[in-house]
């Protein structure tokens, strides 16, 4: 039988009430369609600071690097604001992202037709989006050095921060683009800002080299960042597949994300290298939203945001299509009847808690399993 290794990390604040829902559907998933899914935990953020003083132990690192695909929850809460910056929650996510070497993240943004009256844009303008934003997650101007605030001794401070990109860099990421553009609607859109920054003009250059050398069947169109965030919510149907920066990349998929209504709803993925030998990629999946501490061990987080993770981890993790598809629509299926948490809930909708909107989208992911 087949055997898959799911290293799940809850975090903090609703992280754990959010994963208790994903555990039902790996139950779910082994029990009736033998998916083989060994579940390991560990412990990561705040709640690894209170263990073990480090935001993620040696221990838990080492079975992130080896496990199939890590889920993540949430970090990070009032309680840890205090803490040294090298041991604070977030240090426990950016660490796995470095150790594991997650270059590429992806957003998608779909606006579910049950919500689509709901976006701050008009109907027509959301209906139906579905759009991925391939973000550059391990370069550019979050990384580059120098990186520093230099005393010019005048009474005068220089923040410094360097954008940079080589070759190698350009090439992995867009060919990450290329490859998913052609599983949908086979076109990527390239944003940078060729036209005032250096970074810009070999982002260009070297996406395009990729997509004529390899990947010429895929449509390729290159637009300015900003010129970008302006079509995203004047008529974000015309795109497909977005590739950026980690920079743009991070503006630009929040721009998306709110497209498509609550921070509960929106799913994410960060994949790795392909290894030589497998093919398998390292990935982490984890939901856009954080630890949500006004909300947390009430009952109210929505799952969906971490339900639509897992389901990006079946799709580009384990290759099971046919189930990713089929939880996508179980999670459609439930707002189509509906059932809301709180942060969607409008008039005439009947509320759940997390755990009934988990059991929810579960039981409708056995119906359409039948
Ligand atoms: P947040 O995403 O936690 O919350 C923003 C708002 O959205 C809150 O009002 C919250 O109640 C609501 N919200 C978020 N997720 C929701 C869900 N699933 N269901 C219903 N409502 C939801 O962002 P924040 O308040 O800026 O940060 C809170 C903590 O989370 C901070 O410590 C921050 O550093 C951390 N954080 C962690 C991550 C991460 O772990 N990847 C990401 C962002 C923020």
Redo the contacts with the bound molecule.
Sequence with gaps: MVTRTLLLLP?D??GPE?MAEVRKLIAVLNDTQSAGFTVQEGLVGGAAYDAHGQAISDEDMEKALAADAVLFG????PKWDGVAYEVR??AG?LRLRKEMELFANLRPAICYPALAASSSLKQEVVEGLDILIVRELTGGVYFGEPKEIIDLGNGQKRGIDTQVYDTFEIERISGVAFELARTRANKVCSMEKHNVMKSGVLWKEVVAATHKANYADVELTHMLADAGGMQLVRWPKQFDVIVTDNLFGDMLSDVAAMLTG???MLPSASLGAPDPMSGARKALY??V???????AGKG???PI?MIASFAMCLRYSFNMVAEADRLEAAIAGVLDDGMR?A?IMSDGMTQLSTAEMGDAITAKYLTLSA
Aim: no cysteine; hydrophobic share 40%.
């Design positions: 975090g604040g609703i959010a949430a970090v990070g809460g929650p977030e996510l609550s921070l509960g984890e939901p939203h954080g630890s949500a501490p006004d909300i109210l987080a929505n945001a948490t942060d």
